[in-house]
């Protein structure tokens, strides 16, 4: 059975740290772009960070650049957010999501067909 399933989720204090990982099970990451996205309590699904299935070139929301990094690993099939300087407003279900693409941006959920159960941050001030 195909499954992502993402970790590393916690609570943290302003300006701190955290590394999500998501797994792949049951299928291969490695033909596939990656992409995080998160939603926060009574708002919109919205994108963190994609990876293009070469992992030559990354996207990162305007609201998050220079807070993020996304980052994949095929041989271990799994994929990477590295979040740092995180602050109250990043608290939410963040997902991981992995697909084939059909020609929307790679930061747009329509590219992504595989998504994970989900992991919360949530960041104190």
């Known amino acids: 059975q195909a499954q992502l399933a993402e970790s590393g989720g916690g609570s943290v204090e302003a300006g701190g740290s955290l590394r999500l990982s998501c797994a792949a099970s049951?299928?291969?990451?490695?033909?596939?772009?990656l992409a995080w996205f998160r939603q926060a309590p009574g708002k919109e699904c919205e994108a963190v960070a994609a990876?293009?299935?070469?992992?030559?070139?990354?996207y990162v929301s305007i609201y998050l650049q220079g807070r993020v990094t996304i980052s994949r690993d095929n041989a271990a099939n799994t994929f990477y957010l590295q979040m740092n300087h995180l602050r109250p407003v990043d608290t939410g279900m963040y997902y991981c999501?992995?697909?084939?693409?059909?020609?929307?941006?790679?930061?747009?959920?329509?590219?992504?067909?595989?998504w994970g159960q989900g992991t919360q941050v949530t960041v104190s001030s």
């Open positions: 999501a992995a697909g084939i693409g059909r020609g929307e941006s790679y930061l747009s959920p329509l590219n992504y067909d595989h």
């Open positions: 049951g299928f291969s990451l490695s033909d596939l772009h």
């Open positions: 990876i293009i299935r070469d992992g030559s070139t990354t």
